[in-house]
C-alpha cells in the first residue's frame, strides 16, 4: 500500500509566507485540528488539487464567482505550489509537485478554466520532470484514479448535509447518484445524445411534412408521361400585348407554373383558337348584333327619317301658332295698354288674313289718348265702372249667384242682383262727367269692334290646329342634327335588303306616339339580327358569345384586322412551349422531392442509431451502477449498521440499497432501513444518521475498490455526528481499516482526544496536527491517558 | 456447518455472509426466508467490533471505457462524431449529412 507521507504547501490560501510542511509519516491516525479558518479544509483541498488537478468543490460556485486572481493563491503575485510525497510498505518514496503553469493570462483564471491552470512534475532527485496525471493512475493502479479519490478516499465537510437541505428531489437524486460512481461524463455523452435524438426528430417531421406539402400540390404522376427533349423556343402569339396587357402565359417566364395555371393557359389558347377558326362568323355576326343593338339611332330612323327633311317647315309653323296663341292672351287681359305695347300687330293680322292692321292700331291709341285726358274723381269712377263691367260679366257667367261680389249683400235670386248690378252700373255713369262719357263710349266702341273681331279671328285659328309637343320637335331636331348617321343606315339597310318602309312613320308629330316607335324598332331590330344568318355548327358548342366578345376584346382588342390576320398555327406552338415548361418544373419539384426523400432515409438511419446509442449508453451507466452496488452491498450494510449503533432501538440494523426495479440495469436507486419501506433514508433519518450513511458508503466503496492507496481523507465528520455514531466511528475505522491511513480533521478537542485515545489504545500510531500553532504532536500511550485515568479514578474515589 | 464451528472469527462470518454467492445475503435484504444463522452472524458482526468482514476486492471499471467497447465497431466513429459536433437547429441536416451519407 502507499501512503501520503507528506505534503507541503506555498503560497496556498491560508499559508502564505515560508513553505510549510504537514509530516503524515507512516501514522494511522492523522488528526488536523484547531479552529475554524486556520486551514483544515485547505490541507485536504491542496491533496485534492495535488492528486486530481482541480478542486470540485469550487466548481459548485462557478456560476457566482469571476474572480481576476488565481482563487487558491495567497498572494496573487507569487507562485502556487504542492510538494506531495509518498512512501509505499517498502519505504520507497515518490514526490509530485502541482504547481501553477508559467504565463497565465487573465482569462485562464476563471474558476471554469481552473484545471487548465496547474501542471504537475515529479521531483527526482531534487530534479522537477513533466508527466502527465496517466502517471498517478499508474502508479496507484488505478483505471481513473481521479475518479477513486473522490469517490471513496475522501469524504468532504457537510457532503451529505448539502442534499439533505435541497428540496428538490431531482437534485438529491443526483447527488446521491454521485455517491454511486462517477457517471457525470456518461450522463453528458448521454444528455448530448438525446438532445440530439430530439433535434433529428424535430429535422425528420419538418421534412415529412415538407414532402406531404409537395405531393398534395402536384400530380407527379404527370412526370411519367413527359415527353422528354422536346425544347421549343419562346415567341409572344399575341406581340401587340405588351406589359400587363400580356397574359401571363404568353410572357416569356412562366411563374408558379403549376398544373391547375397550365390548364387556365391551355383553355385560354382553345379559345383563341376558336375565335380564329370563325372569326368571319364572328366578325359578321358581330355586326349585325351591334347595328342591333343601336337602339337609339333605330329609334330616330324609325320615328322621324320620313319627316325630319320638312324640320324648318314645321319649326315655323310652330313660332306662328305660338304668335296666335301669345297674342290670344294678350287679347284677353283687356288691358288696352298692354294690347298696344306687346301686340305684334301687323304680324298678326298677316298671318291670319285680316286686313288694315293701321285702323286697329290708331284706334287703341285714340282710346289710349282720351282716357290719359282724364283724371281726378272721374277718372276713378271710370276706373270703377270698367271693374263693374268686369264684375258684371263674370257673375252672368254664374247662373246661381244671388250674393253681390262687392258689399256681401244677398239680393235673393240670381236676376235680381243682375238687376241690382245694372241699376248701380246706371247709377256710376251718372256720376260720370261729360269727358268720361266720351271716355266711355269710345272704349266700348274699340272693344266691339276691334278687340272681340281679333279675339275671335285667334280663337278660330286655334281651335284648327294640333300643335306638336316639346319632346317631338326635339326629336325631330336631334334627327335632323343626326342625318348623316340616318342617311347611312337607310344607305345599309337598303343594301342588306332589309325592308323598312312598313315601319318608318310618315306624319309629324308620330301617330301613336312612343309606343309606336319602341315597337317598330324592335322589328326592325330583329330583321336586322336575321340578316346574321345560323352559325357554324361547333361555333356556339365550344364557348358562348360572351366568351368570343370577351377573347376579341383582351386578345385581340377589337381589332378585326388583328383577329383577320391571326395565324393560329403559333397557338399550336404556345402550347407544346407552356407544356414543356410545365413538365421540366415538373421534373425540379420530382428532384427536390427525391433529395427530401434522401433526408428523410438518412434521418431515419440517424434516428435509428441515435436510439441504439442512447440505449447502449443508458445501459452502461445502469450496468455499472447495478455491478458497483451489489459489489458494495454487504459491506456497506455492515459499515453503516455498525456506525448507526442506536438505529432501530438498537437493535443494530444497517442500510439497505433499493433498486425497486431490481433488473440488471440500475433505474432509480433508493437507501432504505427496512426493505419494505418505499421510504428513502433522507425522508426518515436524522442529519447526523445520514452524514453516518454516507461515511459507510465511502467506506465500503473504499474497501472493495481501493488498490494501492491507502490514504483516506475525513473532513471534520462530527458536525452533525453524535457521540455513539462517533464513537461506533472509531471503531469501524480502528478495526476494519487498521491497514489504512486515516487523514481527520475535526475542530472539537474531545474528539480528537477520543479518536487517539481509541487508536493508540490499539497499538496504532497518531500523529496531532495542530494547524493554528502549526506544531506537530505524537501523543504517547505511556504518558497521557494513564494520568488522565489515575485522576479520573482518584476524582472518583 | 454449525456442528463445525470451532473458531468463530473474520473468516466465518465471511463465509457465512458471502455463502452462495451472495444469494443469503439477497434472502436476508428481501426477507424471503428465515436463516436463523444468517440473521445472527449478520447482527453479531454489526454489533461486535473486533469481528471483521472482509469482502473481495473488486476493480472498478471504467465507465467511458465500458460504454465505448459495448458500441459496435461500425457505430463507433458515428457515436464520436455526434458528440463531437456542435448541434444547432440550423446544422442539423449539415451534421446529418456528413455522419451518414458516407456509407448510406
Not at chain 1, 35 to 55: H, Q, R
Not at chain 1, 269 to 277: G, M, P
Not at chain 1, 574 to 594: D, G, M, V
Not at chain 2, 51 to 76: G, M, T, V, W
Request: one cysteine or more; glycine letters at 4%.
Amino acid at each position: 500500500m502507499i501512503t501520503l507521507s507528506k505534503v507541503t504547501l506555498k503560497n496556498f490560501k491560508v499559508y502564505g509566507g515560508e513553505p510549510y510542511t504537514i509530516n503524515f509519516e507512516d501514522n494511522r491516525l492523522v488528526l488536523l485540528d484547531g479552529p475554524n479558518g486556520y486551514g483544515k479544509t485547505s490541507v485536504f483541498d491542496a491533496i485534492e488539487l495535488a492528486l486530481t488537478g482541480t478542486i470540485r468543490r469550487l466548481l459548485i460556485l462557478e456560476s457566482r464567482q469571476n474572480p481576476s486572481d488565481i482563487v487558491v493563491a495567497h498572494n496573487g503575485d507569487n507562485d502556487v505550489v504542492i510538494m506531495i510525497e509518498f512512501i509505499n510498505d517498502h519505504g520507497n518514496k515518490r514526490v509530485f509537485q502541482r504547481s501553477l503553469k508559467p504565463n497565465i493570462n487573465n482569462a485562464a483564471r476563471r474558476i471554469s478554466n481552473f484545471s487548465d491552470l496547474w501542471e504537475i512534475k515529479e521531483i527526482i532527485d531534487d530534479v522537477s520532470q513533466a508527466i502527465d496525471d496517466s502517471a498517478l493512475d499508474l502508479y496507484f493502479n488505478s483505471k481513473d484514479f481521479s475518479r477513486d479519490f473522490w469517490l471513496f478516499h475522501y469524504i468532504e465537510q457537510e457532503e451529505t448535509s448539502r442534499f439533505l437541505k435541497s428540496n428538490s428531489e431531482a437534485q438529491r437524486a443526483e447527488e446521491l447518484s454521485k455517491l454511486f460512481g462517477d457517471t457525470v461524463e456518461s450522463e453528458q455523452k448521454l444528455q448530448k445524445l438525446t438532445d440530439i435524438k430530439k433535434r433529428l426528430s424535430s429535422a425528420r417531421r419538418d421534412i415529412k411534412s415538407k414532402i406531404d406539402n409537395i405531393r398534395s400540390l402536384h400530380n407527379l404522376s404527370n412526370i411519367n408521361n413527359l415527353s422528354a427533349g422536346e425544347t421549343e423556343q419562346h415567341i409572344f402569339a399575341l406581340p401587340w400585348l405588351v406589359g400587363e396587357k400580356s397574359p401571363f402565359w404568353d410572357q416569356s417566364t412562366v411563374t408558379q407554373l403549376n398544373e391547375q395555371r397550365l390548364n387556365k393557359a391551355i383553355t385560354e389558347l382553345d379559345k383563341i383558337r376558336a375565335l380564329s377558326t370563325y372569326r368571319d362568323f364572328f366578325l359578321r355576326s358581330r355586326r349585325y348584333h351591334r347595328a342591333a343593338q343601336e337602339r337609339e339611332l333605330i329609334e330616330l330612323y324609325i320615328g322621324y327619317s320620313k319627316t325630319y327633311p320638312n324640320h324648318q317647315g314645321v319649326e315655323a309653323d310652330y313660332k306662328n301658332y305660338q304668335l296666335v296663341k301669345r297674342s290670344s292672351d294678350i287679347l284677353a287681359s283687356g288691358d288696352l295698354k298692354l294690347i298696344a305695347k306687346n301686340l305684334e300687330v301687323v304680324q298678326l293680322f298677316l298671318f291670319l288674313g285680316l286686313d288694315n292692321p293701321e285702323n286697329f292700331i290708331s284706334s287703341i291709341d285714340s282710346v289710349i289718348e282720351l282716357a290719359d285726358k282724364s283724371n281726378g274723381l272721374a277718372s276713378i269712377y271710370s276706373e270703377i265702372l270698367k271693374h263693374h263691367k268686369g264684375m258684371h260679366e263674370s257673375i252672368q257667367v254664374q247662373s246661381s249667384e244671388t250674393t253681390c261680389g262687392l258689399c256681401g249683400h244677398d239680393y235673393g235670386s240670381h236676376e235680381a242682383l243682375n238687376k241690382a248690378i245694372i241699376d248701380h252700373g246706371h247709377w256710376l255713369r251718372t256720376e260720370l262727367g261729360d269727358k268720361e262719357r266720351i271716355l266711355l263710349t269710345a272704349r266700348e266702341f274699340f272693344e266691339s269692334n276691334h278687340t272681340f273681331v281679333l279675339s275671335k279671328a285667334c280663337t278660330d285659328f286655334l281651335s284648327r290646329r294640333d300643335p306638336p309637343s316639346q319632346i317631338d320637335l326635339s326629336r325631330m331636331a336631334k334627327a335632323a342634327a343626326s342625318n348623316e348617321r340616318l342617311e347611312r343606315l337607310r344607305k345599309w339597310l337598303a343594301s342588306e335588303n332589309i325592308s323598312d318602309e312598313d315601319l318608318v312613320a310618315q306624319d309629324f308629330p308620330v301617330r301613336g306616339g312612343d309606343s309606336y316607335i319602341s315597337e317598330k324598332a324592335d322589328v326592325l331590330s330583329e330583321r336586322i339580327r336575321s340578316r346574321i344568318g345560323p352559325s357554324p355548327e361547333e361555333y356556339h358548342v365550344l364557348f358562348g358569345e360572351d366568351v368570343y366578345e370577351r377573347t376579341y376584346t383582351e386578345y385581340f382588342e377589337k381589332d378585326h384586322d388583328k383577329l383577320r390576320s391571326f395565324d393560329s398555327s403559333v397557338l399550336d406552338h404556345k402550347e407544346n412551349f407552356l407544356k414543356a415548361r410545365y413538365f421540366s418544373s415538373l421534373t425540379e419539384i420530382a428532384e427536390q422531392l427525391l433529395k427530401l426523400e434522401g433526408q428523410e432515409q438518412l434521418l431515419d438511419v440517424g434516428l435509428a442509431d441515435t436510439t441504439k446509442l442512447i440505449d447502449i449508453v443508458n445501459n452502461q451507466i445502469g450496468q455499472y451502477r447495478k455491478k458497483l452496488i451489489t459489489d458494495i452491498e454487504i459491506p456497506f450494510y455492515i459499515y453503516s449498521g455498525k456506525i448507526l449503533q442506536s438505529h432501530q432501538a438498537g437493535l443494530g440494523q444497517g442500510v439497505f440499497i433499493k433498486d425497486p426495479l431490481g433488473n440488471d440495469v440500475l433505474k432509480n436507486v433508493r437507501l432504505v432501513s427496512d426493505w419494505k419501506t418505499d421510504h428513502d433514508i433522507m425522508n426518515t433519518m436524522s442529519s447526523g444518521q445520514i452524514s453516518a450513511v454516507v461515511i459507510a458508503l465511502t467506506l465500503a466503496l473504499n474497501r472493495v475498490y481501493a488498490k494501492d492507496f491507502s490514504t483516506i481523507l475525513i473532513d471534520d465528520p462530527v458536525q452533525t455526528m453524535d457521540d455513539i455514531n462517533m464513537s461506533s466511528l472509531v471503531e469501524l475505522l480502528r478495526n476494519d481499516f487498521s491497514d489504512r491511513q486515516i487523514i481527520l480533521s475535526t475542530h472539537e478537542e474531545k474528539v480528537a482526544r477520543y479518536f487517539t485515545y481509541k487508536y493508540i489504545k490499539h497499538s496504532g500510531k497518531v500523529k496531532i496536527v495542530n494547524l493554528m500553532q502549526r506544531k506537530e504532536y505524537v501523543p504517547t500511550n505511556s504518558y497521557v491517558y494513564r494520568g488522565a485515568i489515575k485522576s479520573e479514578a482518584s476524582s472518583a474515589g | 456447518m454449525k456442528n463445525s464451528i470451532t473458531i468463530f472469527g473474520g473468516a466465518i462470518v465471511n463465509d457465512i455472509l458471502n455463502a452462495n454467492g451472495g444469494r443469503d445475503f439477497l434472502d436476508f435484504k428481501y426477507q424471503k426466508k428465515r436463516n436463523a444463522i444468517y440473521d445472527l452472524t449478520i447482527r453479531i458482526a454489526l454489533k461486535l467490533p473486533f469481528l471483521i468482514y472482509s469482502p473481495r476486492e473488486q476493480k472498478l471499471e471504467n465507465l467511458s471505457k465500458q460504454i465505448d467497447d459495448a458500441i459496435p465497431s461500425d457505430k463507433f466513429e458515428k457515436f464520436n462524431q455526434m458528440l463531437t459536433a456542435e448541434w444547432t437547429d440550423e446544422n442539423v441536416l449539415e451534421h446529418v449529412e456528413s455522419i451518414w451519407r458516407k456509407k448510406a
